[in-house]
């Protein structure tokens, strides 16, 4: 069982920066993808992140690359999100995910375990 909770989200103006959370209360963190996703109003949830166990593999949405970086830190059971340059369409609530798969994945329904997320909004 992994429970993730997701910290640091807030109110910042465009083109600033946050960096995201997400701690691990499980024991076995290090053999997960971790990814992260994020969901607008009236919006599907997307994908934004992935991470794979070691951190040697990691992949971005087309909308995010030069400005996202997705990190962790398997001794504290931890996974980051660096955001810079935001923008007003960055704004949703942002969701950290667990996959125990083999292969790294891009789709939520892939993901068995969710945080309970962490809003984002980005003032223009």
């Known amino acids: 069982q992994e429970q993730l909770v997701e910290s640091g989200g807030g109110l910042v103006q465009v083109g600033g920066s946050l960096r995201l959370s997400c701690a691990s209360s499980?024991?076995?963190?290090?053999?997960?993808?971790m990814g992260w996703f994020r969901q607008a109003p009236g919006k599907e949830r997307e994908f934004v992140a992935v991470v794979s166990w070691s951190g040697e593999y990691k992949y971005y949405a087309d909308s995010v690359k030069g400005r996202f970086t997705i990190s962790r830190d398997n001794a504290k059971n931890t996974v980051y999100l660096q955001m810079n340059s935001l923008k007003p369409e960055d704004t949703a609530v942002y969701y950290c995910a667990a996959d125990s798969s083999v292969v790294l994945s891009t789709t939520p329904n892939q993901y068995g375990y969710w945080g309970q997320g962490t809003q984002v909004t980005v003032s223009s």
């Open positions: 499980g024991r076995t963190f290090s053999s997960y993808h």
